[in-house]
């Protein structure tokens, strides 16, 4: 552990208030913290903790609608409370950097990742931007990105959220900080890549003696890459100590409720009556990006009442799967079927009803949410449009829907989305789903972005609006943790094709696919030591090709 001399940020009663109905009021209420050159600091905490808020702050930022009302924030012997903008737009990009949550929405999609990626040590003169595209280009081998001297030129929608992500990380990295802020990096990676990417961001923090503050809601990834773990709860500190001392004995009760094993797990259900038609059927399905052929001879059927888990690494082809059954992405061969019937295989030629059977939840609800809407809108066009009700009648329907997904009416009609937290936008975003009244939905990552405590929540709903409407889910995930909460069936993709597939009590019992075992074994455990072993077993380079096998 580094001396005092080695202190890089000092944050002393720091104390951030928000804005919402023309009053302010408290969200972090005196928090205290130290970080030292090449330390990494988790912050841990549920939904509405302040991790991100106290992480922007390092920077000398407050989202709008907050301010910094009092206490200290000193870097490297700089105050950033009362230092000028423009002194602090120099530290940001140079300095301090930031990788934020959510890529898809951070990144320009009109500009190719090169060009933003060589913005910052260009625009702060560290290097010129050819040093900055050769640089980039190693980055994205350290990151394990495919075709490292290519994949730069792509827009951000020509590579997947995976990749995505990576390349941000990147790009943080670009100028070489004394300090960088992980905001849930890895949320949206699956869990092979995940561990490509801890382990890079670890070999880069102690390569370049980085200091970091690592935000996560994921306890057994903020175990295998903090030196310290700090515990926040609605804006206060729960608790602080060195990682091994926080895994082995907190403190107090929350903490240790942190630290318990997702409860929630539904039994399997008995396996569907072989006479009985699926709600759907995915037949021999291949498709294709233009020459790029990303779906090869797919099939798996969808029955009432239950839960198929599709699972596999970022482009194994299960978003892809999602397009072909709601027509968004016609197959090249085979065919989509509801109820028995072949669909349309694109949308613009399906019906209304055959539209309205089939809903999709995303990953990312900030993005899937209008927010110049309110919620009440954005609930009851799918209303008004699938069912026709207009005025008291569909106000009526709308208020329904919010009981449904434990809503208060009276409370959230006239909300917008940024005066929600990211467990209460998912659950607006499962109601505007149901407000078609289908009889299918693709849970596309919908946990993924959330913390253990709201994530278990919401699958909990999905669970009892299943049994109360009697409805198919297609789950798109990558959290095996996930799959064991919720699912009957298991469909593991790779590389576009599916390599095995069964019940859930099954698919959990070795012996496995080679590939299964992979993301079995892959999954990060609460032991400061598991990355460590596993990539002593693998063989750290080794770790992208054994995925790729």
């Known amino acids: 552990m580094s001396d005092q001399k080695g202190l890089l940020l000092r944050i002393r009663g720091l104390r951030i208030e928000g804005r919402a109905d023309e009053k302010w009021f408290e ?32 920077m000398g930022f407050t989202r709008d609608g907050c301010r910094i009302s009092a206490g200290s924030i000193e870097f490297d012997g700089m105050e950033l409370t009362s230092s000028p903008e423009e002194d602090l737009r120099m530290l940001r990009g140079a300095r301090i950097a930031y990788v934020a949550q959510s890529a898809a929405a951070s990144f320009n999609p009109a500009h190719k990742l090169i060009d933003q990626h060589t913005a910052a040590p260009v625009q702060h003169k560290i290097r010129s931007r050819r040093e900055s595209e050769e640089d980039a280009m190693e980055l994205y081998r350290r990151l394990r990105l495919p075709n490292p001297e290519e994949i730069g030129f ?20 670009s100028c070489r ?34 200091a970091a503050l690592y935000i996560t809601h994921d306890l057994a990834v903020v175990a295998q890459m ?13 608790e602080e100590a060195d990682t091994r001392s926080m895994l082995a004995s907190p403190k107090e009760d929350y903490t240790k409720s942190l630290w318990a094993v997702r409860s929630f797990q539904r039994q399997q259900k008995p396996l569907a009556d072989s006479g009985e038609t699926p709600v759907i059927s995915v037949n021999g399905v291949s498709a294709a990006y233009g020459p790029v052929k ?22 194994s082809g299960k978003s892809t799967a999602a397009r072909c059954i709601t027509g968004l992405l016609p197959p090249t061969k085979g065919d989509i079927r509801h109820n028995g019937q072949v669909l349309p295989a694109s949308f613009k030629e399906r019906s209304k009803d055959q539209l309205r059977q089939a809903q999709m939840i995303y990953q990312m609800a900030d993005t899937a949410l209008n927010p110049k809407k309110r919620i009440g ?15 008291a009648d569909l106000k009526k329907r709308v208020d329904e829907l919010l009981d449904q997904i434990e809503l208060e009416p009276s409370q959230f009609f006239h909300r917008v989305p940024s005066e929600l937290s990211g467990g209460q936008k998912q659950r607006v975003g499962i109601a505007r789903a149901l407000a078609a009244e289908p009889e299918f939905i693709i849970c596309d990552e919908v946990t993924s972005a959330l913390d253990q405590l709201v994530a278990e929540g919401i699958l909990k709903l999905l669970d009892r609006l299943q049994e109360d409407l009697n409805l198919a889910y297609m789950f798109i995930t990558h959290d095996l943790a996930t799959v064991r909460s919720i699912a009957d069936e298991v469909v593991v993709m790779k590389e576009g094709k599916v390599v095995e597939a069964g019940p859930k009590d099954e698919m959990f019992r070795p012996p496995h696919h080679e590939y299964t075992d992979l993301l ?30």
């Open 294 to 315: 990303v779906l090869d001879d797919v099939s798996f059927d969808i029955h009432r009442g239950r839960t198929v888990a599709v699972v596999g690494e970022s482009g």
């Open 27 to 58: 969200i972090v209420h005196g928090v205290d913290l130290d970080l030292r050159r090449g330390e990494v600091m988790g912050l841990i905490g549920e939904s509405g903790a302040g991790k991100s808020t106290i992480g922007l702050a390092a």
């Open 377 to 391: 809108e954005i609930i009851g066009r799918p209303v008004a449009f699938y069912r026709g009700l207009r005025g």
């Open 154 to 173: 792509r827009y951000p929608h020509q590579v997947s959220g995976g990749q995505l992500q990576r390349a941000m990380t990147a790009m943080a990295m």
């Open 177 to 210: 900080p004394d300090l960088i802020i992980f905001d849930e990096p890895t949320t949206a990676l699956d869990v092979t890549t995940q561990i490509e990417v801890l382990a890079a961001i670890r070999d880069i923090v102690d390569q370049f003696n980085t």
């Open 520 to 549: 079995l074994s892959s999954v990060p455990e609460m032991d400061p030591d598991w990355l460590d072993g596993l990539l002593e077993q693998r063989g750290v380079d080794n770790i992208g090709e054994a995925a790729r096998k």
């Open 226 to 238: 903090a030196d310290r773990i700090k515990v926040l709860l609605k804006g206060d500190e729960v």
